[in-house]
């Protein structure tokens, strides 16, 4: 492969990962065309972007992409692919999905909230984390349920009140 072909998908790779808020580095190597294939769509379905890469090439985009890539240095061996995505745990989620039925892809290591994960033993704290978005929706439930129970409350008081009323205006008569 030329030099510019190089730079040029060192490139790709640094703005693909500078796009993404994390990332995971897995290995996929022994799943046949099939599986490759149906991971590629459950990725695609799931807003995850799946790459495959030299490992001497994704170090060299960790660096141009601001991230240490001395970090890596243990688990960039071997076949080698990214995981792209703006939630943090949606290729954790994603990959212990597809382990139900395959034994790949295993995760190398992941950058995720600005920490590293490193082995295939961290997946399922991985997949627990819970997503900016979902933390956001526990605080907004966690503030209404209050005034829920104060607005319920308040609400049985009335139903208890008109029926006393019409009670005792059904025995005046």
Known sequence: MKKEDKNKIIEVLANEISNYAHFYLTDISELNAENTSKLRRTCFDKN???I????????LALDKAGKDSSLFTDVLTGATSIMLSDTGNAPGKLIQEFRRTNKKPLLKAAYVEESLYIGDTELDALANLKSRDELIGDIIMLLQSPAKNVISALQSGGQILSGIVKTLSEKSE
């Open 52 to 59: 495959v890469a030299k490992n001497t090439l994704l170090k």
């Open 48 to 50: 995850v972007k799946l």
